[in-house]
């Protein structure tokens, strides 16, 4: 007789396993392996692609998304985190998965596991696993989470690799350089099979490791193009060429690398995944992610980024340059305490009219003190208004904020989070 399971809601199940292990992030393939191999959940879709990086995974497995899915194919993705809904991480044929399914695979994933501990994001990730091998899928597209090698989603053999662009992020893990940073990023690849890099500058230990494994590895101005034309941009490939593309609709220039870089990966699967031209377009057109340069108009413009780390704030700050502005900008900004602070709103800053440092709920989170004590020797005080809260700066906000400024969330997906929760308008 099946035993009953240990919870019945989303919620009880995701609040026990954030404190089932000791360790928030514990990197290591051995645990997760064992509990995949009891479920046997190895072979999530027909093909699997794995998607790492510092910055734009969660665009590249979008456009890719988008792509397939007009292409005609089955597609599942799993990404994190997510904003609103642990729902978000796991979307089957573009529709977010249920809690049942989430909660039946839990069940399941906490009988196989046996006597081993688990990790919130491993639990997730077998979750994701499980359901997707359950759905007959054409292909599965797997963010990998804080690395590569080491990470859960690393247990698969994925059949193709994308890795966007390498920054300095979470060092404490996976290096002080990126050297290092890209050495790891680079456990994901696979013998014999493509990967491309969507990064200009790859560190050399990138391509290292691509040799050594025997890797295919194309990589953005040596083996691929893009270049932006009046009305869109065009890419070159190996053998293919598109013409006057349509940018993709998620804000920023930093998406035609992203986008090239899929374009790169589609022609080098075309085999075994064909695309048509009428599909990429579509593709590009139709594609969406919240959190990524989102804007959401009104009377006062609210642009919502979970841009972290400098590159990101540089890519954001692009963005920001080009869009019409008739006021100011306020930046409501949270981050984790881990972060490079200083680094992030110089990016941002030359963008910026003033500065609203938040506390966030979560225990790693920068506490406001110290976040604004960063602020001020780049900003000044008098540009910094420090908020307990997102929901005290929403409130000063609709003081400050006038007709014509914007409203820049921006930080930690947390902070979008949270803002987001509160849906707050400017009337």
Same mark, same amino acid.
């Given at each position: ?26 990197? @290591?393939?051995?645990?997760? @392996? ?11 879709? +027909? ?52 809690? +049942? ?14 006597? *081993?501990?688990? %990790?919130?994001?491993?639990? @997730? ?9 359950? /759905? ?34 979470? %060092?404490?893990?996976? @290096? ?23 990064? %200009? *500058? ?33 890419? +070159? ?33 075309? /085999? ?29 413009? +609210? ?25 100011? %900008? ?54 910094v208004n420090v908020c307990r809260s997102v929901a005290d700066a929403v409130e000063l906000l609709k003081d400050k904020a006038k007709s014509g400024d914007r409203v820049l969330v921006c930080g930690s997906f947390y902070t979008v989070a949270e803002w987001s929760a509160l849906q707050p308008e400017f009337g």
């Open positions: 007789m099946t035993e009953s399971p240990r919870f019945a809601t989303l919620q009880d199940w995701l609040g026990w396993q954030e404190t089932l292990h000791p360790s928030v992030i514990d990197l @290591g393939l051995e645990r997760v @392996g064992r509990v995949a191999d009891h479920l046997q959940c190895r072979n999530p879709a +027909q093909l699997v692609i794995s998607v790492a990086g510092t910055n734009g995974k969660g665009s590249s497995v979008a456009m890719l998304e988008a792509i397939l899915s007009r292409a005609g194919y089955r597609v599942g993705c799993y990404t994190s985190p997510h904003l609103l809904r642990y729902n978000e991480r796991l979307r089957l044929c573009g529709e977010d998965v249920t809690d +049942q399914a989430l909660c039946d695979a839990f069940a399941r994933i906490d009988r196989a596991r046996g006597e *081993d501990s688990l %990790t919130y994001f491993e639990f @997730g990730t077998l979750a994701a696993l499980d359901i997707m091998s359950r /759905e007959a899928l054409d292909v599965a597209l797997l963010e990998v989470g804080l690395g590569g090698r080491l990470d859960a989603v690393n247990i698969i053999d994925a059949d193709a690799a994308l890795i966007t662009s390498i920054a300095i992020d979470h %060092t404490e893990w996976l @290096g002080a350089d990126r050297e290092s940073i890209a050495r790891e990023k680079a456990g994901i690849m696979r013998a014999a099979c493509p990967v491309v890099c969507g990064d %200009t *500058d790859p560190p050399h230990s990138l391509r290292a490791v691509a040799d050594s494994v025997g890797a295919v590895l194309r990589v953005l101005g040596q083996d691929f193009s893009i270049g932006e034309t009046a009305g869109g941009w065009h890419w +070159q490939g190996g053998h293919s060429r598109y013409r006057d593309l349509p940018r993709p609709a998620l804000p920023g220039a930093h998406q035609l690398a992203n986008a090239g870089a899929v374009l790169m990966l589609l022609e080098m699967l075309e /085999e075994r995944l064909p695309v048509t031209e009428k599909s990429v377009r579509a593709g590009l057109k139709w594609v969406q992610l919240a959190g990524r340069v989102q804007r959401l108009t009104g009377r006062v413009e +609210q642009v919502l980024d979970v841009s972290h780390n400098a590159q990101a704030a540089l890519a954001l700050a692009d963005a920001l340059r080009v869009l019409p502005l008739a006021g100011k %900008t306020h930046a409501l900004l949270g981050m984790m305490r881990d972060k490079d602070t200083e680094s992030f709103v110089l990016a941002l800053d030359p963008q910026v009219s003033c500065w609203y440092p938040v506390g966030l709920a979560v225990e790693r989170a920068s506490p406001v003190g110290q976040l604004a004590a960063k602020l001020e020797p780049i900003a000044g005080a008098a540009r």
